[in-house]
């Protein structure tokens, strides 16, 4: 497969786990007002409210699985996919989590944006290039 620096998904999924930590960031307060509005309110849109972040979650999840693939297939590094699928599932959970997936999506998107060909293509290079160790014998 075709190395690259980075592809279409990564960026995509970088970018959609600043979104994520963003909501993240606002969930609380968007829950604790829907449920205080449902309780004085006799309403019902804790569900919607809720329903709105499990979605935009589950929607991140399929993006970095597909961009963890995708990634692996052009030797690319996969340690921010991994922190974002792991953020994303802990909020799957419960929403409890959503201060661990804030912090795993933050860290997510930073790995995932500043991206690098993983050890064994970087050690591909460096022996073609030869600069690698066999190069010098």
């Known amino acids: 497969m075709i190395k ?3 592809t279409g998904w990564n960026i995509a999924a970088g970018v959609l786990n600043i979104i994520n930590a ?3 960031l606002v969930y609380w307060p968007v829950a604790m007002s ?3 509005s449902d309780g004085f309110g006799g309403t019902n849109v804790t569900t919607g409210a809720v329903a709105f972040f499990q979605v935009i979650n589950v929607i991140v999840l ?3 699985l ?3 693939i995708v990634s692996h297939k ?3 590094s996969i ?3 991994i922190l974002g699928i792991i953020g994303d599932v802990f909020f799957m959970i419960g929403g409890w989590a959503s201060f661990v997936n804030l912090v795993m999506s933050i860290l997510a998107a930073v790995f995932v944006l500043l991206q690098h060909p993983n050890k064994k293509a970087k050690a591909t290079l460096m022996n073609q290039s030869g600069q690698g160790p066999q ?3």
């Open 4 to 6: 690259r620096e980075k």
């Open 22 to 24: 963003v909501l993240m």
């Open 34 to 36: 829907a449920a205080l």
């Open 62 to 64: 399929a993006v970095n």
């Open 66 to 68: 597909i961009a963890l």
């Open 74 to 76: 052009h030797q690319i």
């Open 79 to 81: 340690v921010g996919h």
């Open 135 to 137: 190069a010098q014998n």
